[in-house]
């Protein structure tokens, strides 16, 4: 009996091998269509997914390249801005340098050329300075000319002014005590001067003020009467001229005659000693020999002698301190100058070189950055 090779179920008698051959084929093509339309469902209902994984997978692939790339050239650029930093720094400290050996020896020039600009104004100053000596001298004999021209003038007034200086230097040096200047047409001398001190009149000193052209021994004479007259040994005679070889202060006939400048230093020193003996607990017969005591050591020639060097040291301070004073203001106006001149030309330098120091900069930095 003939069965069937598939479900092994028996065959009929007249169902010959051809015959089960096509039916298998038949059912072989069903089968195959209808899996085949599965298959097509389900691939087209899995046809989504599959596109959108691929599309991912597609994706993450690209981006991944893109940041590969990315990173490459972001690489590439923080490398070239190092190098870029690098050559700029490399040139700036060139250029530093440069300008550092620039600017030193262009200091050292215009020290130099100063040193030798200061060693020129200091010949020329010390010509101006023997110049001006010469030129002092020469105006100064001009000057006492005018002088004894002007001292030829009226006398009266003349002494007029010279006693109202004088008593006005007085009332500043001693504001305490009483001093007066004698009225016109009264007989008298020039200024009387009261030492005051806790409201007592201690002791008196007479000023007697010569602004003359010429000197007469006549002074001393009304001098003299002076003393007598106002009771008192101090009488000063303040005048402009002197005798015949005398200057700064002399004593004649036991008179002491004093230049103006120096007249209130004479008059300081004989106050103190009024002072210091109307202090002393004495009798007035005592004052009166301590007085007298006083004023012969003030015209003694010790006194005379050390006064007379304090007036010319004075003089010879003041004359000292004015050729010192123009020969300061000569010395720092030239020293200004040069000053001015080397700050000035030290300025422009700076500026050039920082000029040239930037342009190297910017054309050498321009470069590089074109080539990163």
């Known amino acids: 009996m003939k069965r069937c090779p598939v479900c092994l179920q028996p065959l009929p008698q007249d169902f010959d091998r051809k015959q089960l051959a096509a039916r298998l084929s038949a059912i072989e093509s069903a089968a195959t269509k209808a899996q085949k ?24 692939s690209t981006e991944s390249k ?7 050239l972001r690489r590439r650029a923080e490398k070239a801005e190092r190098d870029k930093d690098r ?9 530093e340098r440069t300008a550092d050996r620039s600017a030193k020896l262009a200091a050292q020039m215009a020290v130099r050329q100063s040193e030798a600009q200061i060693d020129k104004l200091n010949a020329a100053r010390e010509k101006d300075r023997a110049r001006f000596e010469a030129d002092r001298a020469r105006l100064q004999s001009q000057l006492d000319q005018m002088s004894r021209k002007l001292d030829k003038q009226q006398a009266d007034l003349l002494g007029k002014e010279a006693e109202i200086d004088l008593l006005s ?10 001093i007066q200047a004698v009225r016109r047409g009264v007989k008298g001398a020039d200024i009387v001067h009261e030492i005051i001190e806790d409201a007592k009149r201690l002791g008196r000193i007479v000023y007697e003020s010569k602004n003359v052209s010429s000197w007469s021994n006549n002074f001393i004479s009304q001098a003299k009467k002076y003393q007598t007259q106002y009771d008192t040994p101090n009488v000063i005679i303040v005048s402009r001229s002197f005798p ?12 002491p005659v004093v230049e103006p400048h120096m007249a209130i230093c004479l008059a300081s020193i004989v106050r103190d000693g009024i ?49 010192e004073k123009d020969w300061h203001e000569d010395a720092w106006h030239g020293q200004t100058a040069l000053y001015d001149t080397i700050d000035t030309r030290r300025r422009e ?24």
Not at 49 to 54: D, K, L, M
């Open 37 to 60: 339309k599965a298959l097509e469902v389900d691939f087209h209902k899995r046809l989504p997914a599959i596109i959108e994984r691929e599309s991912q997978r597609i994706q993450r």
């Open 66 to 72: 893109l940041q590969g790339k990315l990173l490459a």
């Open 87 to 95: 050559e700029v720094d490399r040139i700036r400290r060139h250029g």
């Open 169 to 178: 230097e007085l009332n500043r040096a001693f504001p305490g005590d009483r």
């Open 244 to 255: 015949r070889k005398k200057k700064g202060m002399c004593i004649l006939k036991n008179i």
């Open 275 to 323: 002072r210091e003996i109307g202090y002393t607990r004495i009798t007035n017969a005592g004052r009166n020999h301590k007085a007298h005591q006083l004023y012969d050591y003030i015209v003694s020639d010790r006194f005379v002698t050390r006064f007379r060097e304090i007036t010319e040291s004075v003089e010879s301070l003041r004359d000292h301190q004015q050729k």
């Open 349 to 372: 330098l700076d500026s050039q070189i920082k000029a040239i120091v930037k342009k190297s900069s910017r054309a050498e930095v321009l470069p590089l950055a074109a080539r990163g």
